[in-house]
């Protein structure tokens, strides 16, 4: 499975970016996906999954009522809307996937294929 995220890029606070990251190499819809981000020197933190349907989602609490996992699986993309940018939410962003449509997607260790990240930068 190969991943492509893109989306990411400078925006003030309160402002909004969405990501997007491609999938191919597999059925689209066999996959759980997620999002993690990272800064650096510190530990990759999940944000957000989704699973192959979409019918099931998952966001950490300092996310949720500001972003919203989707996926269009006939576009094979995984998407994160971001909204209300904070300063804290600025990190390095990967797309992930996990091979099996259902179960545990909130862990790192859950997924399989990774992607290469793209930087979001909030500026206060």
């Known amino acids: 499975v190969q991943l492509q995220a893109s989306g990411g890029g400078l925006v003030q606070a309160g402002g909004s970016l969405r990501l997007s990251c491609e999938a191919s190499?597999?059925?689209?819809?066999?996959?759980?996906m997620g999002w993690f981000r990272q800064v650096l020197g510190q530990e990759r933190e999940f944000v957000a999954g989704?699973?192959?349907?979409?019918?099931?989602?998952s966001l950490i609490t300092s996310v949720k009522g500001r972003f919203a996992i989707s996926r269009d699986n006939a576009k094979n993309t995984v998407y994160l809307q971001m909204n209300s940018l904070k300063p804290e939410d600025a990190a390095i962003y990967y797309c992930?996937?996990?091979?099996?449509?259902?179960?545990?997607?909130?862990?790192?260790?859950?997924?399989?294929?990774w992607g290469q990240g793209t930087l979001v930068t909030v500026s206060s």
């Open positions: 992930a996937a996990a091979v099996y449509s259902n179960g545990r997607f909130v862990k790192e260790t859950d997924y399989h294929y």
């Open positions: 190499g597999r059925t689209f819809s066999s996959l759980s």
């Open positions: 989704i699973n192959g349907n979409g019918g099931v989602t």
